[in-house]
């Protein structure tokens, strides 16, 4: 078991070091010479079973205690924080139930084939990333490394959305919650007065900028880690690190609590969701499909780029995962349960997110209306419109049905002088807005929180809910860093505990640097513009490695003697032609972008009290290709 060769014999004679996965000639009877347009390999399962070992090594590889766990694994890696807060987000942004539509049809063609791949070929070889790539092909045996550097860094700053979640749930055990209301500030002459700043816009962004990220005005201006995210953050890892300490018996348990915790209260949280008043339009609104967006070469790589995120796909975690399950295991099966249940929970946590985004739009388009009003009685008062224009008194209740006609029916003359002195409330726009920026889940999230009968109650279980689902993510994380770190050096696996403590101080050292005041525009940086790039490039060459250079022919044989059963020719298809193209044409399409188009964040001006949307200094780009550059390298070097 200490060396990186399959751990189960596969011929009837002992293995040497040489030996092949399993050999085509045994398997197809003729060479993998690619006769794609021969019928499938339809050789009766008694001549397969005929080539069935007739001996297993006997390893000491750890495994799951059962099939619920190995499942709640996958799925818990798979879902998770951005489910919530991204999906409903670019749905909204990119034609709403045609971004759903997209999304399918890529999750049907090519995420799906590739998530039965990268489960089945851990399963088969019982190896983490990169001894699974490196006998696959061992040309782009790098690919494993690559996917194993890409996992660590994204852990670093997945970490700190799970230790801003951690922060608020800390928070929630106070009534009123202190989001819910501006702070006083001390004055000498007039005593305490609200914070000028926090009254300019809403208690709850002021809350997130101000005290919870106490961010800067620009990236350009950083600082000292934040005193009280540096506490949130090593109160994270230790979680991290007791649940996984000792290795799959420890990972299994917590997995119990963290996924199945997670689910009882998000449909708590749903139910309550659908309830509010305005829930119905932020519903409409999701299933309202813009049909130009289907033509949408943006809308398009968006979906992409959301789908192998989201999903997970090229970090290495599912096969690690799954390398911990007999050789048996109907991997299908599996890969087709985890690909449904994040599809469900995404189409499900979007119903809850616009529902509560329709609440939150139904509210800001009233209080809009009431400052029209407002507007109309000061050109009134002023003698710039005819007193007869007086708004009656019962037009300030339910404003945002009274007012609209009030105005349709006033003379064209009125609605063009009162025009340029007034805003747009329409609900659309209104949803729009509750819809920008980074910290959405978290702003949306307390804002509907504040309003809640029993809001102390709400936030805490809504809070408990986001840090179960980033955990259940972050350890399926971790399983991709210390898998390949155990199968590569063999010494490890006698020493679990040692190196999960070492990886997790390691990695939270490197994630304190995305907690000063400007680390939250750095974690924008990499998630929005960097993490897609070399995903995209790995996933290519792991298509590749498989469908092209293995062999996809000997890979649905392997899979056959696996389930004893034939198997649908369409996955030879799409992963020899489908994948690889999407996936190429995806990749050029975001290069182009990165080079034609200039990369923005939101960020918070102090001055107005409100977010700005703001070009990335021009070393951005440089940092972005260096880190591509140095995940990347690997896989030329491995090659050399």
């Not at 209301?181 to 007039?190: A, D, G």
Request: charged letters at 15%; one cysteine or more.
């Amino acid at each position: 078991p200490s060396d990186s060769k399959p751990v189960i014999a596969t011929t009837s004679a002992p293995p040497t070091e040489n030996a092949k996965v399993l050999p085509t000639e045994e398997l197809n009877g003729e060479e993998h010479g690619m006769d794609w347009f021969n019928e499938e390999i339809e050789k009766p399962l008694e001549a397969i079973d005929q080539d069935e070992p007739k001996y297993e090594y006997v390893t000491d590889r750890p495994s799951w205690a059962n099939k619920v766990e190995y499942l709640m694994a996958q799925v818990g890696y798979s879902v998770g924080l951005s489910t919530i807060w991204r999906f409903p987000y670019l749905c909204l942004h990119n034609g709403g139930g045609s971004f759903i539509i997209i999304y399918i049809l890529m999750l049907i063609l090519v995420g799906f084939p590739l998530l039965v791949m990268e489960i089945a070929v851990g399963q088969r070889m019982h190896q983490g990333s990169i001894g699974v790539w490196k006998n696959m092909s061992p040309w782009f045996g790098g690919v494993g490394y690559s996917s194993f550097m890409v996992c660590f860094i994204v852990g670093l700053y997945y970490s700190v959305l799970m230790a801003w979640s951690l922060y608020y749930l800390v928070q929630s055990f106070q009534s009123p919650l202190p989001w819910s209301l501006c702070p006083l500030t001390k004055n000498s002459s007039f005593g305490e007065k609200g914070d000028p700043e926090c009254s300019r816009t809403t208690s709850t962004t002021y809350f997130w900028y101000r005290h919870v990220l106490k961010t800067t005005d620009e990236i350009e201006l950083g600082g000292l880690p934040i005193v009280h995210l540096s506490a949130s953050l090593l109160a994270t890892w230790l979680i991290i690190c007791i649940c996984m300490i000792k290795g799959l018996k420890s990972t299994g348990k917590m997995l119990y609590v963290s996924v199945f915790l997670s689910y009882i209260i998000f449909i708590c949280v749903l139910i309550r969701s659908l309830m509010l008043k305005g829930a119905d339009f932020g519903i409409k609104s999701l299933f309202a499909a813009q049909v130009p967006a289907l033509y949408s070469v943006d809308v398009w790589r968006r979906t992409g780029n959301h789908l192998f995120l989201s999903m997970g796909s090229g970090f290495g975690s599912f096969t690690a995962i799954s390398s911990y399950v007999p050789r048996s295991n109907n991997c299908i099966m599996d890969a087709s349960a985890v690909a449904l249940l994040n599809l469900v929970i995404s189409l499900t946590a979007t119903l809850f997110v616009f529902a509560t985004l329709g609440y939150l739009a139904t509210e800001n388009s009233e209080k809009c209306y009431l400052k029209n009003a407002e507007r109309m009685m000061n050109l009134v008062t002023a003698g710039v419109l005819p007193p007869e224009l007086r708004l009656p008194e019962s037009l300030y209740q339910h404003m945002s049905y009274t007012y609209p006609r009030w105005f349709g029916n006033l003379p064209e003359g009125a609605k063009v002088v009162a025009l340029p002195y007034l805003s747009n409330c329409d609900l659309s726009e209104q949803l729009k807005e509750v819809m920008e920026g980074p910290g959405v889940a978290f702003v949306a999230f307390t804002e509907i929180i504040a309003v809640f009968s029993g809001s102390t109650f709400w936030a805490i279980i809504t809070f408990v809910f986001l840090v179960t689902m980033g955990l259940s993510t972050m350890q399926g994380i971790l399983q991709g860093i210390i898998t390949p770190l155990q199968d590569t050096f063999s010494c490890l696996r006698r020493h679990t505990t040692l190196l999960t403590v070492s990886v997790c101080v390691a990695m939270f050292l490197g994630s304190c640097f995305f907690v000063q005041p400007s680390g939250s525009y750095y974690v924008n940086l990499l998630d929005d513009y960097w993490a897609s790039l070399p995903l995209f490039l790995i996933l290519i060459l792991e298509n590749v490695s498989m469908a092209w250079i293995y062999g996809a022919r000997r890979f649905l044989a392997d899979l056959i003697i696996i389930l004893g059963r034939p198997i649908s020719p369409i996955f030879r298809w799409l992963w020899c032609f489908v994948s690889p193209f999407v996936l190429l044409v995806l990749l050029v399409i975001i290069l182009i972008h990165l080079y034609v188009k200039p990369i923005t964040y939101m960020a918070w001006n102090s001055s107005i009290s409100n977010e700005e949307l703001r070009n990335y200094p021009p070393w951005g780009k440089v940092l972005l290709a260096l880190l591509t550059v140095f995940t990347i390298l690997p896989i030329p070097a491995y090659f050399l």
